[in-house]
């Protein structure tokens, strides 16, 4: 099976609230296990998490070793003080307080930095993202200071602007990256970015009722369009889930996900060696040098 390039082993998929309960005053070790069980059921022997800030992830790769799982976290994430970021890690005012997020980050043992460049899709605006993406200086500010401290960057960003900015400053993997156009999926084609779509933290909200389907199935077609576009130009891809995302089970995240592909680019070897190639580059880059 794949690896799983992008979950959270603090949520459960279920209920965000009760998971923040769970791990709140130290992370908790059985349900630590269980997750990982699920990702060693399925064969999965390789997990990128995007970070938390209750310790869950650090115990998690301590672990991981037990259940055959080669296992990468960032500890935790890093967000400019009033936009998205603060439900897994913490945020700054300036780059000097980034930059100190950036050491504190590789002082506990991150294996990679992750950071916040936008907000998540509005539902109630289609191809909108809540807040307002950091500007292309900020994005390449950061990048700068983490990969000067020897770090590789995950960052979390979605929408047209915020995509353009990220793999123009350099990150080394693009999370999310919903409301792609053609501009966008070229740039990322021409980069050095892999992209992780985690495609199934919208297609399987269809049918839940949370949000309306008639409001989530133009998502799902924007990104079908931008991976097959991406499939065609030959950009770097990895599949990741977003495990432990509302119905994003973990284990099983990732089972749904390629299916995703498989559905969207069609089944096969080819489809397979693209993913390996993008698996591959994400497990050489996002580790400690």
């Not at 002082?107 to 500007?135: C, H, N, W, Y």
Request: with cysteine; proline share 2%.
């Amino acid at each position: 099976m794949f690896g799983e390039c992008h979950e959270h082993i603090f949520m459960d998929g279920l209920d965000y609230r009760a998971a923040v309960r769970t791990h709140k005053d130290a992370p908790c070790e059985p349900v630590i296990r269980a997750h990982l069980r699920e990702y060693q059921k399925r064969g999965i022997t390789y997990i990128r998490d995007g970070g938390d800030k209750y310790g869950a992830s650090t115990l998690a790769r301590e672990l991981a070793g037990e259940y055959q799982i080669t296992y990468r976290t960032p500890v935790f994430g890093i967000h400019k003080n009033g936009q998205y970021g603060k439900i897994v890690g913490y945020g700054f005012s300036d780059m000097k307080e980034y930059h100190s997020l950036v050491k504190r980050a590789i002082a506990e043992g991150a294996d990679f930095i992750k950071i916040m460049t936008t907000g998540l899709m509005d539902f109630d605006r289609q191809g909108e993202v809540t807040g307002e993406p950091l500007s292309g200086a900020e994005v390449r500010e950061m990048v700068h200071i983490a990969h000067e401290e020897g770090m590789a960057v995950m960052s979390h960003t979605n929408g047209k602007r915020g995509i353009m900015a990220a793999v123009e400053a350099g990150v080394d993997s693009l999370e999310h990256g919903n409301f792609q156009d053609e501009e966008t999926v070229k740039a990322l084609a021409q980069s050095r970015t892999t992209w992780v779509p985690t495609a199934v933290t919208v297609r399987n909200l269809l049918g839940d009722g949370r949000f309306p389907d008639d409001t989530l199935r133009p998502i799902c077609e924007c990104t079908e369009h931008a991976l097959r576009m991406a499939y065609r130009l030959g950009a770097s891809v990895a599949l990741g889930s977003d495990g432990g995302a509302y119905r994003v089970l973990h284990g099983q995240g990732l089972v749904d996900e390629y299916h995703a592909f498989q559905q969207i680019l069609g089944a096969g070897e080819t489809l397979d060696r693209w993913l390996e190639a993008g698996e591959k580059k994400i497990q050489e880059v996002f580790r400690k040098k």
